[in-house]
């Protein structure tokens, strides 16, 4: 399945060498689900707890039908489009019809790789919600803040640049406070919720922001995506890989792709770090005199925020300074 803005494209695939498909474009809400459904029942002779529905995970408009497709018990996969388009060849031509035949081939290729799509819980997707919210604010207030500093300092003597930078400034204001009140929004949404024990846990951390913690508890749907740090490293753009052929060694290197927002966010709480967390300051400026580049050793900052936030996950105990492991003692 393809899903676009006002509908969505689906394939039906019974078998690999299929050359003859049925296809069908529908409209991308419950009216149209539900006629999907019905179509669906007459093109098929597959039994319908056999069914696999398999799309891109193309966020808002891939959850409707998602979340329509899980309250009916029917198996829904949500792969990453990037995936689907590098096993899915050399292709001349796209439309959406096109695109839907791939998703369904590649489906049935790789079967062994399905992963059942599972919601997130209330909590989490209005954090979702609001965090988006936010960041659109936020845009917008650096674009004003920005435009308005500019042409004050290029055009300071004029009455019309006094004009737009005055109202400039009193947009800026209401934004800040539609900033402040979304982010209360979302503080009272996790301190009511089963979010909070996480959310304490991870701003026990030096270093680590608010909304760096509300971010990681909104990716990795409350900590239940991912099993270990080293998956959720190479998902923020932070785990190292070699980057070797033949001859040619050079190193480790950080893959590109990465979830943007997080990585940002963790570069900043890593570069905040590097400043007030007492033991991470003492291991920044100790790489830093061997000859290490900042830039290695702040991604090795928020590789050690990563282990700890995930360390403190696991074990539900806040993070503790200068902590002393008993079993070391004893061994020594």
Known sequence: MIFQKNKFDVTILESIKQKSFSQETFENEEKGYKIFLKWLSKQSKIKRDEWLFCGEHTGLYSRGLSNFLFKKNLNIWLENPLQIKCCSGIKRAKTDRIDSQEIARYAMRYIDKFTAYKPANKEVEALRLLSSYRNRLVKMKVMLEVSAKEMRRVISHNETSRLIFDDSNREIERIKKRIDAIENKMHKTIITSELKRNYLLINSIKGVEIITAVSMIIHTNNFTSFENERQLACYCGCAPFPNESGTMKKGDRISRLANN????????????????????????????????????????????LIQRIFAIIKSGIPYMENYLNPFTNTAA
């Open 261 to 304: 927002e997080l990585k940002v966010l963790l570069t900043q709480c890593a570069r905040s770090a590097a400043q007030y967390n007492p033991e991470l300051q003492a291991y920044f400026q100790r790489k830093i005199a061997e000859g290490k580049s900042h830039r290695l050793v702040i991604n090795n900052i928020r590789n050690k």
